[in-house]
C-alpha cells in the first residue's frame, strides 16, 4: 500500500507559476507588427548615407514646424514611430535622434531614402543594389575585360576556359560568381521581401536563413574558399608574373559574368545563358585536365603536338 502511495506522489507534477510571454501590451504588439511588414522597429540603428537629411522637431500633428539637419555619416536611433492616416503622401512618420538636442520627425520614405541600416553588411548590399552604380560597373567591366583579355592574348598567356591551366578551381570560380549572380537577380524578382528582411537584419550564418537566402550565402562562402585555393594553386603552377597576368584575367571574366547574368537574369533570358555558359565551361576544363603532352625544351604542358606557345620548338 506504502508503495501505491509513493508511486501515486511521484506522479504528479506541480508546474511552476510563469509569466505568459504572450500578454502583451497594445504598443508591443504594434510593434511587432511593424517589424514584421516594415523589418525595422525602435531602438533600431541607422547610418545617414545622403548628404543631408531634415528633421521636424515637432510631431506632425503638431504646429509650429521647426527643423534640425543631419548629415552623412550621422548615426541615428529610431526614437518613436507614429502613423497618420490623413497623410496622403506617406502615413508613416519616424522619429530618430543623434542626440538629445538632435532629434525630430520625418516621413518613412524619405527617411529610407537617406539613411543605410548601421551594419557593414546592409551597406554593401546598398552599395551594390544601387542602380546607377551598376551600370556605371557593367559598362568599366566590360571595356576594362576587353583590353585585358586582348592584352593576355597577345602575350600568349593563360586565360580561363581558353587558355587554362591545369586546374578545376579557377572553373569552379567562374561558375560559383554566375551563378550567384543568377539566384541573387532571382530573388530580387521572386522573394524581394524576404531580402527586404535580410536587408535590415543581416547576418553570416546560413542556417538561420531561409533555404533561398541559405543558399545564396553558401555561395558566397563557397567563393571565398575556392578563391584562396584558386590563388594558392596558381601561384603554384605559374611564376609571379604569369600568375599575376592569370589572375588578372580570371578577375576580369568573374566581373563580366557578374554583370552579364545579373543583368540578363532580370529579363529571365539570364537563365538560358547560365545553361549554354555551365556547358561551355565544364567542356573546356575537362579539355584542359586531360591535356597528355609535354614540351620537350620547356617542359610546359601543351594540348596537342606541333610549335609549342611557350618556346616556339617543334614537337613532333
Known amino acids: 500500500m506504502w508503495v ?15 509569466p505568459d ?6 504598443d508591443q504588439l504594434d510593434s511587432i507588427s511593424f517589424s514584421t511588414t516594415h523589418h525595422y522597429t525602435q531602438n533600431y540603428n541607422f547610418l545617414v548615407d545622403a548628404d543631408s537629411l531634415q ?11 521647426d527643423s534640425v539637419m543631419l548629415y552623412r555619416g550621422d548615426r541615428v536611433v529610431v526614437a518613436e514611430i507614429m502613423t497618420m492616416s490623413n497623410d496622403t503622401i506617406d502615413s508613416v512618420w519616424v522619429k530618430v ?9 520625418v516621413q518613412e520614405t524619405f527617411l529610407l531614402k537617406a539613411v543605410v541600416p548601421d551594419d557593414p553588411i546592409s551597406q554593401f548590399i546598398r552599395i551594390f543594389s544601387d542602380t546607377h552604380l551598376l551600370i556605371f560597373l557593367a559598362f568599366l567591366v566590360l571595356v576594362v575585360a576587353a583590353y585585358s583579355l586582348n592584352f593576355l592574348r597577345r602575350r600568349n598567356a593563360y ?17 560559383l560568381v554566375a551563378m550567384s549572380a543568377t539566384l541573387y537577380a532571382s530573388i530580387q524578382m521572386f522573394g524581394a521581401e524576404s531580402w527586404r528582411h535580410f ?51 580570371l578577375a576580369a571574366v568573374c ?3 557578374y554583370v552579364v547574368f545579373s543583368v540578363s537574369t532580370l529579363y529571365y533570358i539570364g537563365y538560358l545563358f547560365l545553361l549554354v555558359y555551365c556547358i561551355f ?6 579539355r584542359t585536365l586531360t591535356r597528355k603532352f609535354v614540351c620537350g625544351n620547356c617542359g610546359q604542358e601543351i594540348e596537342r603536338k606541333g610549335r609549342c606557345p611557350y618556346c616556339g620548338a617543334m614537337n613532333v
Open 4 to 18: 501505491w502511495m509513493v508511486l501515486l506522489t511521484g506522479c504528479y507534477h506541480q508546474s511552476r507559476t510563469t
Open 21 to 26: 510571454a504572450w500578454n502583451l501590451t497594445d
Open 55 to 65: 528633421l521636424s522637431t515637432q510631431a506632425p500633428d503638431e504646429l509650429p514646424f
Open 97 to 105: 535622434a543623434r542626440d538629445q538636442a538632435s532629434q525630430g520627425w
Open 159 to 175: 586565360i580561363v576556359h581558353f587558355h587554362d591551366i591545369p586546374s578545376v578551381y579557377p572553373t569552379l570560380l567562374t561558375l
Open 199 to 249: 536587408y535590415y537584419n543581416p547576418t553570416l550564418n546560413p542556417f538561420e536563413l531561409p533555404f533561398h537566402l541559405s543558399l545564396f550565402l553558401t555561395m558566397v562562402w563557397a567563393l571565398i574558399i575556392v578563391l584562396v585555393a584558386v590563388v594558392d594553386d596558381t601561384f603554384r603552377r605559374l611564376s609571379v608574373v604569369h600568375a599575376l597576368l592569370y589572375l588578372g584575367g
Open 255 to 257: 566581373a563580366v559574368d
Open 281 to 286: 565551361a565544364v567542356v573546356r576544363c575537362r
